[in-house]
């Protein structure tokens, strides 16, 4: 699937009158293995029937097709997130559902939906009677240690009707049956936090066994739990030791169960993965393959300890596994000019490359990876400690040998080959892309192909730092999930993607992690730094205000009021301790916080000295923090006063230290009036000065972006939603550094976390923190999506959308899509000249105000079904020579 393929749940599907698609059981893309006895139901419509809304639905369920029951009519417009209709689903239960509907139109019930499974995984404690085993030798575990094996042999009589294999790992392991690896899942078990929360895959293994002899085994590496983690050269983060658990339980047509767990009776052995690391890479000698596994050599092996382990700990996951999601070729071999064999792939990715060769054994090929060329070598200086480099070790198959890494990831669009037996040829090379395997929900295209390759860049980003969590970089020593990134990119993510599964997982660890008071981690899962300027558990605007507002802009995108349930506890904490660090004046004074991290002004190796205070930004932060879990505490029917009366102050306070009388801000910077402006901290006559006050600091500054984290997803909305769309416009169309297109004119292929990450000779920004992936600064994306191309939701779960395009910067077209929870929502508008034309459609079940850009503002209300508009343009539009849409010149990266 390329990654800009959409999964429509209809795209494949000819229409018929009114027909549901298949339940949605919680946010699962495979219900199997789930961990809630009562998942909510969801489904689509597809419908023939313009401005169709449903009245009613009957849902049936049961064992299987042949035995569903009906749980009769319930009068209701709702379709997403239905209680569950039968008794609670017990461990391993299986069941059968689907729905039918009633609505505008339709005299009587529509079609039957397809059926959909889902199956319960293991929901209690005592359904554990495996063990926690790892090896009975000794490790030393200060250095990366090789992967091991564990296995053991059994009989089976007769057939298997049905096999489960529920399995979790401290480390990441990859299961076995009979010489077959069990499923598409990388780096399981994932990365959570581990002491409160570690995950079990179920896997369906009825096809894996046979009568007779079978064996069964896991292979572990060091993965998160003791491996390299973060930027302080820090190791056994979760502990010294890696170990296995594994249930394999088998029925047969009788009913009778077989359970195969790991216990004392399993046997440990080498593996060929003699080292492997998330940051310095794998090696791997194939000459060892056969080694290790039980069954063949039993006397060489050893035996296995139990591991003292609660498995009360174990959880069913939220989200779908790390995959790979997609291949590329190689799309040049190049020569460094110190004699270097560079493959290219033309495409910054994250995940690993597949080789195949033939050589004599021992032969070492080895790979080094790096996101860049640095005057045409390999470009390592930003992956600071990290290696980034396989080797493989040929065994001297006859045939040749086919290998890929299993235990790690890189970051890189480069490979150095070195040690390759004859010519390097491109065919021999595949890059392997790995992320989570998230449902692409969201696409944009416009007229100008630099914004569209700014786009593709935001989308690549994104799939190279959500793997398993939303981590800032993918390359170097770190690879955290840094709370304030996903903070202001949670709304692009979750256009561009079907996030609330994935980001379900991120939130439960950050409330675990947070517990009961204090601020949460800066990184979610909790990696604790040892040296200044940071505490132990600081308070930190932006960053800790992702406990109030990721939930809120997941609830706004799915309208699913658990996120805000769930996090109400996280978002009280953490106010509370903003507002004690801020002091009884509710005022921030001293300290060290991020602040408008990355500034373009910012010196190279200081990358929080701003030019707008962090006092400011945490005073807004507080303000509208705290005015936004005023909103959630209400929605839940919880207290909200404290909230207001905090959200009152804290805007007072900003606005008598940081706004003037005429309603300038004060220090006069993009961010300060970026955040005065989209927080709402203004009264309604300061506004208009404000607005103005911005458009000028962004003139001044040449149409420049002079933000950082916290201003840059902001900037644009500010100036379109108060009458300065063209300078938006202007701010987004920049080429020059620092700006958006800059790296796209470098060749860049992902969103850089510095402006100026690669200077215009082709040198490395010479700051230690420089990463050509990182998707922060790409937040403008949502701008683009709703503000651009005009597509945003009006309300909760896009139960009512918003159709209100900007159209600007000399841009004939642009078009958005997304499939909403109630199913594809798209807009696309040209225009030529002031002729402008709009075409809409809303999902069945939706309805949809269009706002026209016309001198009237025309606003038309709208049902479900495709509507036509057009209007002559008043909006400004930018007619500089220099705003015209662009073709960008080929560029071969320095």
Request: with cysteine; glycine share 10%; proline share 8%.
């Amino acid at each position: 699937m390329t990654p800009d393929t959409l999964r429509f749940p209809f795209q494949d599907a000819h229409p018929v009158a009114t027909t549901p698609s298949a339940l949605r059981f919680e946010h699962h893309e495979e219900p199997f293995g789930i961990g809630e006895d009562r998942p909510r139901l969801s489904w689509q419509v597809r419908t023939e029937t313009p401005g169709w809304v449903q009245s009613a639905y009957e849902l049936e369920l049961g064992p299987d097709v042949a035995q569903l029951v009906s749980y009769g009519r319930t009068e209701s417009a709702e379709q997403l997130l239905q209680p569950w209709p039968a008794p609670a689903l017990a461990s391993r239960q299986r069941v059968a559902a689907r729905v039918r509907v009633w609505g505008t139109g339709n005299a009587g019930p529509s079609e039957w939906s397809p059926v959909s499974y889902v199956e319960a995984g293991l929901l209690n404690r005592a359904d554990w009677q495996a063990a926690m085993i790892q090896p009975a030798w000794d490790e030393a575990s200060e250095d990366t240690e090789p992967a091991f094996r564990l296995s053991r042999t059994f009989e089976l009589e007769g057939a298997v009707a049905s096999a489960r294999l529920y399995s979790s790992a401290h480390g990441v392991y990859v299961a076995s049956i009979n010489g077959r690896r069990v499923g598409r899942d990388i780096l399981a078990p994932g990365w959570t936090s581990y002491h409160h929360r570690l995950r079990y895959q179920t896997y369906d293994v009825t096809d894996y066994l046979q009568p007779g002899a079978n064996i069964i085994g896991l292979e572990l590496a060091d993965g998160w739990w003791r491996g390299n983690l973060g930027f302080q050269e820090k190791r056994n983060t979760y502990g010294g030791r890696t170990a296995a658990i594994a249930q394999l339980e088998i029925s047969d047509d009788g009913g009778n169960v077989t359970v195969i767990g790991t216990d004392s009776s399993w046997l440990a052995g080498s593996s060929p993965v003699l080292g492997s690391d998330l940051y310095n890479g794998e090696t791997y000698d194939a000459r060892l393959e056969g080694a290790g596994w039980a069954g063949r050599d039993d006397a060489l092996l050893h035996a296995v300890v139990l591991k003292d382990f609660d498995p009360s700990v174990l959880v069913a996951p939220d989200g779908p596994p790390v995959r790979a999601t997609e291949e590329l070729a190689v799309s040049a071999v190049l020569k460094s000019p110190s004699g270097k064999t560079i493959l290219d792939f033309g495409q910054n990715l994250v995940g690993r490359v597949r080789i195949t060769v033939s050589g004599a054994a021992g032969t070492e090929v080895t790979l080094r990876h790096a996101e860049v060329l640095e005057h045409g070598e390999l470009g390592v200086r930003p992956l600071r400690v990290a290696k980034q480099t396989d080797v493989y070790k040929l065994k001297g198959a006859p045939g040749g040998e086919t290998w890929e890494p299993e235990f790690t990831i890189h970051g890189f669009r480069y490979v150095e080959v070195s040690g390759w037996p004859g010519d390097v040829e491109p065919e021999a090379f595949t890059a392997v892309v790995i992320h989570s395997d998230l449902v692409r929900t969201g696409t944009f295209e416009c007229s100008d192909p630099m914004l569209n390759q700014l786009h593709s860049n935001v989308v690549w980003g994104m799939r190279g730092n959500f793997v398993d969590v939303p981590t800032d970089c993918p390359q170097r020593n770190e690879r955290l999930g840094w709370t304030g990134d996903f903070q202001i990119f949670a709304a692009t993510a979750a256009f561009l993607y079907r996030i609330p599964g994935f980001s379900a997982s991120w939130l439960k660890d950050m409330a675990a992690e947070q517990g009961s008071d204090g601020p949460p981690p800066l990184v979610v899962p909790e990696v604790t730094f040892d040296k200044p300027p940071f505490p132990v558990r600081p308070v930190m605007a932006a960053w800790g205000d992702a406990a109030v507002l990721v939930p809120w802009v997941l609830y706004q995108r799915t309208g699913d009021r658990e996120f805000l349930r769930r996090q109400l506890p996280g978002m009280t904490a953490w106010l509370e301790a903003a507002a004690e660090a801020a002091g009884p004046q509710l005022r921030f004074e001293h300290g060290f916080q991020f602040g408008d991290w990355l500034d373009p002004a910012a010196p190279p190796e200081e990358p929080g000295e701003a030019i707008t205070p962090w006092q400011l930004v945490a005073q807004a932060y507080l303000a509208y923090s705290s005015e936004v879990a005023a909103k959630a505490a209400e929605l839940l029917g919880e207290p909200s006063s404290r909230f207001k009366e905090l959200a009152g102050r804290a805007t007072s306070v900003f606005r008598e230290r940081y706004v003037s009388d005429d309603g300038q801000l004060q220090p006069p910077t993009q961010t300060a009036y970026a955040v005065a402006l989209a927080f709402g901290l203004l009264e309604p006559g300061e506004r208009s000065a404000a607005a103005a006050g911005l458009a000028a600091a962004v003139e001044d500054g040449g149409y420049r972006i002079a933000t950082g984290f916290v201003g840059t997803p902001l900037v644009c909305d500010a100036l379109t939603d108060h009458g300065y769309a063209t300078a938006a416009y202007r701010l987004l169309l920049q080429t020059e550094c620092p700006s958006w297109l800059y790296p796209v004119t470098m060749g860049a292929t992902t969103i850089w976390e510095r402006w100026d990450s690669m200077l215009p000779d082709g040198s490395i920004n010479e700051g230690e923190m420089t990463s050509f992936n990182h998707y922060a600064l790409g937040a403008v994306a949502d701008w683009m999506h709703r503000s651009l191309a005009g597509l945003a939701p009006a309300e909760p779960g896009y139960r009512k959308l918003l159709v209100k395009p900007r159209p600007g910067g000399g841009l004939d077209w642009a078009e958005a899509r997304h499939e909403t929870p109630y199913g594809e929502a798209a807009v696309r508008w040209d225009r030529t000249g002031q002729d402008f034309t709009l075409d809409v459609t809303v999902p069945a079940g939706c309805t949809a105000t269009v706002v026209l850009p016309d001198a009237a503002g025309t606003v038309h209300e709208v049902g479900s079904g495709t509507h036509s508009f057009g209007c002559a343009v008043a909006l400004p539009g930018v007619a500089l020579a220099d705003m015209a849409p662009r073709v960008p010149e080929p560029v071969t990266q320095p």
